[in-house]
């Protein structure tokens, strides 16, 4: 649902090997729901996904990419979700908020985190797209048992230098499970956004890999991703038609 007044400012592309259009190139109102422009918003177009396995979403305030970031809608596809904006919280019941009286735990040694440390997932033994992990990150033993307990997972929203300040400013999260993905795919992104490693994916894609193979239910990746899908083609659309509106003469 829109938010704010509608903007009518000159479109502008943000340089670069692949040229990103930056918020005011849109005009319209915000959604409150999912942060996008009108002209990005899928809410409508998407179903809630009734999920077991709770997701908290820690964005760091710095955090720019408003425009492909998928935070808001990862938020909002997911029953048991929360974004939270901020630097550092005292525990994860204090991360939660309201959610912490929806979720089967607020310990957070029921928990777990994407890992952000050095193991890359070649590195990892074929046949599984989802490690649980030690800290030194490598995989516990009984993978089907370490992850059937997780009661929710933490993803940390922002760049590379972000996250790792999001992990080092909430010692709680070093209580968590540590968890590993490595995707048989890259990132539906693409070539609008190179990621330093292969197995990097959008906040979405990386809630929707772990919590589908945790729940064991493909169908909730399928569900996000298309979501997804839906808003990286109305983007290339609006860039497809930016691009030609400033071709002109």
């Known amino acids: 649902m829109p938010s704010r007044q509608p903007r009518h ?11 990103i259009l930056r918020l005011e190139a849109f005009s319209g109102a915000i959604c409150a729901r999912c942060g996008k422009p009108a002209a990005l918003c899928v809410c409508d177009e998407v179903a809630t996904v009734d999920n077991r396995v709770a997701v908290l979403i820690l964005q760091h305030p710095q955090e720019q990419d408003k425009v492909l970031g998928t935070a808001g809608l990862t938020a909002r596809q997911f029953a048991k979700a929360a974004l939270r904006v901020g630097l550092s919280w005292p525990s994860l019941a204090k991360a939660l908020g ?3 009286e929806r979720v089967a735990s607020s310990d957070p040694r029921r928990w777990a985190t994407l890992h952000l440390g050095a193991v890359r997932a ?3 033994p074929p046949g599984r797209e989802l490690f649980a992990v030690d800290a030194k990150g490598a995989p516990l033993a ?7 307990g997780i009661a929710g997972i933490v993803l940390f ?17 070093l209580k968590t499970q540590r968890l590993v993905l490595a995707p048989k795919r890259p990132s539906r992104y693409g070539a609008l956004r190179r990621e330093p490693r292969r197995e990097g994916l959008s906040t979405l894609e990386a809630a929707a890999h772990a919590v589908a193979r945790i729940e064991g239910r493909p169908e909730i990746e399928t569900a996000l991703t298309a979501g997804f899908d839906r808003m990286l083609a109305k983007y290339r659309a609006a860039r497809g038609a930016q691009s ?4 002109q003469p």
């Open 157 to 173: 929203d922002g760049t590379w230098s972000q996250a790792k300040t999001l992990w080092w400013r909430n010692p709680w999260v």
């Open 244 to 247: 030609a509106e400033s071709a």
């Open 142 to 148: 009984g993978q089907d048992s370490a992850l059937s």
């Open 122 to 124: 070649e590195a990892l």
């Open 9 to 19: 400012r000159r479109p502008r592309v943000s340089g670069g090997q692949t040229k």
């Open 98 to 100: 309201p959610m912490a």
